[in-house]
């Protein structure tokens, strides 16, 4: 046969047309885009049979209910507790990232021991007897005193025992990490003779004056705050937020009051005043169930003018005589304080101040008011039996000076560790120092003196799961369950306003090498023996949690949590425990602190022409537990664009410093400098700069490390002159080209 | 194309409500086994089904106004199921379903040309550049309910649909023909700790979606409550999440494409 042109081109079209009306084409593509798809590699998900295990979470202090699913034993999906009472349903970008921790590369592995600089692996029996041995020498040596424990919280089983430890081993030196509580025990005591955890029953209130709150920005019990704002959207309740910064609380309310950083205490009495003023205050309150009424209000209008407070806060005055009606007349109006997250403690007379308007209006354990939220009663263990050397060591004042003639009202100064470690550089006050789920050489305002500080001591012992910064600064890692492992008691998040405990249970084996730290104090305490050892009479934590809880375990173990549903306020007659029985608007303790006076961030404003304040948001957290892979992920490009922060500067304070948008630059406080960029933002006032905490790892993992800055690092304490916590809110800095 | 007793899956996201705080991203990467990297901070090459937008007022300080704006994947009908992502599929990998009113994304049928990116206008839809890996036996965390994702194909929110499928095999296991409006939810909407985020079908007047996004289906679901609105809904796509707000310049920004400037990654 010839092959001409023309039946050459029939071929080829026809063969074309032909194949393309097989499926042979389509079925090719197909094959090969699963051939090049389908490599070993990829992972593709054993199925297995599905389980939910009801929980509770305890990565922040907002003690969710959490129900946790399971395919055979692998933890596939955590989400919120419907019923819970806090959360109901609803779980936090924390919360529903926990199993990331769970499986994540920042835990670990085993017991470890610093030798050389370096971390070896060592056994349980081996990392127990260093602990005992050194604690026996010092008991020998009558230097008990000199042994500290930092925890996140004194609350719940696990931070009592290992209060307890310290004590019948003889030490004092519990201390708890700083926050919002710290302020408001000491305001809650001073007015109300109580010792008691602040409540706020924002749900039913129907208008929230917030100085500062991160209301929905992680303060107090994010999910239960998140609920609260969805219902005054429905009930036409008004949040009105007070602070420098348009944060996304802020943006949610229905009015955002600028303000000078740390004045707000000066707004809170001018808003007082104006209450006085006008007479809108709840007389049946103040004149039945209040004393020192009268010296408060000279005090109050005789320096707190609208005129004066509009000159110190930058709020005009029209504004300030308006919120003051306006919470007056609300229904059930309620103050809030504790800025951000709540993660500082905050000046006292500030909270005070804050405090005596919820006073004002008399929603003292009204509805939608403040509450004073008692302990749930149920740690009740056997009286601790000190012996000789234990009575002498606790004879000691604590290393902090909290309790002591200076610092009369504070029970915890984590803030002054570095200054009372480092006084005297030929004396070491601490020979071992506890670390439990807390994370200071992060956290805490000041890290370098608090990492020069902890440096001499000579055996430091971290329990935590992670290898975070005081992890690695330890001698001894003794690595804790995390929380999906273990067995934990969760009291009533700081805020709520009701007594709960939610019980954490183990969702699934230890992964890894791990001891739960309640069951790690029991065996240090056996090893010790006597006195101390007869304080611990259980033989594991289980068996002490569940003696512990009595009644309650079975119904925390059906529900996941157990409410005290026979709570209710007081009479208000009976609900105050000073002298005179009433709300202590003044009394000698009070007076003795002085009249307000505003807390200034360090540094020389010549020298230091801005003010750098933190913000907190959802997607970072700044304590002991960094932020898991997928929260770092949500993180927008307005915070952090490859390893650089966004520091945001209002457009007049970028126009003055010849600064554009998305350009590098310096941040100098007097604590150190960064690099940063720049983002210009019309939702913060001119003068400042502000930086999210929770980013500036330097451990953990690499998807949290090295990106960013650490406030912590920029920014250091300032002593409140009334109780000695940190009072700062910000420090003075500069921001120049780089 | 159509179907009897034909679903209308849709979803209403009332901005009032939303705090922008990133639970919805959180539990959806968590659901859908969506990979993680060192450095996810250009959201051009980070895969999130759905993302937290900020927007603002454009006014100057002290008048500045900031809301939050989840966006998951639009669901757009378009006219008759003409979404513009199926429409130039050359793959068949999107589709339509005509049942449950979802777009589809069938993973092993893509083969990377992303002409569906091209076309999608509201950027749902990601491309897989590197092979998805979870470090030190992370990949327990998987959920066996969704197939992980290789490199080189397109990905998008798919409404949970595998949970629509155990829903529906639930139901049918029982002897039911109708799933339960609580039976067949999407885990953002599970996680919103606002309440924020409602779902359900579009079709079914006693679901609480329809009782807030009143959707109009003589007029292509347009909505008739003045509070909602839907995203570049001049376009005609027919979307199928409602947005709710009080607040006239969030509103007028849902269907402004002309402004440019003031839509960023929250």
Known sequence: MKIDRRSFLSFVIGGAAGTALTPLPWKLTDDMSIWSQMWPWTPVPAKGEVTVVKSACTLCPGGCGISVRKVDNRVVKIEGLEGHPVNDGGLCTLGLAGHQLLYGPRRIKTPLKKVNGRFVAVSWEDALAEVSEKLAELRTKGETHTVACISASDRGTVAELLERFLRVYGSRNFIRMPSSQDAAEVALYLTQGVRAMPGFDVQRSDFVLSFGSGLLDGWGSPVYLFNAHSQWRDSGGKLVQIEPRLSRTAAKADQWVPINPGTEGALALGIAGEIIKESLYDENFVNKHSSGFQEWKQLVLGGFSPEIVSKVTGVPASVITDLARGFARAKRPLATFGRGKGTSPGSLKEVLAVHFLNALVGNLGQEGGFWAVPEPEYIEWPELEMDQTASIGTQQGRIDGAGSNIYTHARYLANRLPEALLADPGYQPLQVLFISEANPAYSLPGTAAFKDAIAKIPMKVSFSSYLDETAELADLVLPNHIYLERYEDIPAPFGYPQPIISLARPVTEPQLNTMHTGDVVIQLAKALGGSISEAFPWDSYEDCLEQTLGDKWDSLMEEGYWVDSEFESPQLSEAFETASEKFEFNNREISALGNYSLVKPDGDEAFFPLVLIPFDTMRLWSGYVGSPPFLVKSVGDTLLQKNDVLVEINSATAASLGLKDGRAAVLTTPKGNAPVKVRVSEGIMPGLVALPRGLGHTANDRFLAEKGVNYNRLAGPVEDGATGHDAAWGIRARLTKA | ?266
């Open chain 2, 1 to 266: 194309m159509k179907k009897e007793n034909a679903k209308r899956f849709g979803m209403v996201i009332d901005l009032d409500k939303c705090t922008g705080c990133g639970s919805c991203m959180v539990a959806c990467m968590a659901e859908n086994n969506v990979p993680f990297r060192e450095d996810e901070t250009d959201k051009l090459l980070s895969v999130a089904w759905m993302r937290v937008y900020k927007l603002n007022n454009g006014k100057r300080f002290p008048d500045a106004d900031e809301c939050f704006l989840p966006r998951p994947c639009q669901h757009c009908e378009g006219h008759n199921g003409h979404s513009p992502c199926v429409s130039v599929c050359p793959a068949t990998a999107t589709d339509y379903d005509a049942g449950t009113g979802i777009v589809s994304q069938i993973y092993t049928r893509c083969f990377g040309c992303r002409y569906c990116m091209a076309a999608c206008p509201y950027h749902v839809r990601l491309f897989n550049w590197w092979d998805p890996v979870w470090p030190d036996g992370m990949e327990k965390m998987l959920n066996p309910d969704v197939s992980v994702r290789m490199r080189g194909v397109v990905e998008k929110c798919s409404f949970c649909f595998h949970r629509h499928q155990l829903a529906q095999q639930k139901a049918d296991y029982e002897g039911r023909d109708e799933i339960e409006e609580g039976e067949y939810q999407t885990a953002c909407t599970q996680a919103c700790p606002a309440g924020a985020i409602v779902f359900g079908d579009l079709n079914n007047p006693e679901h609480e979606v329809t009782r807030l996004a009143k959707p109009d289906h003589g007029h292509e679901g347009k909505s008739k409550n003045p509070r909602a609105f839907r995203l570049l809904e001049r376009l005609g796509t027919n979307t199928k999440v409602y947005y709710l707000s009080n607040r006239e310049w969030v509103r007028r920004l849902g269907d402004n494409y002309q402004v440019k400037k003031e839509q960023q990654h929250s």
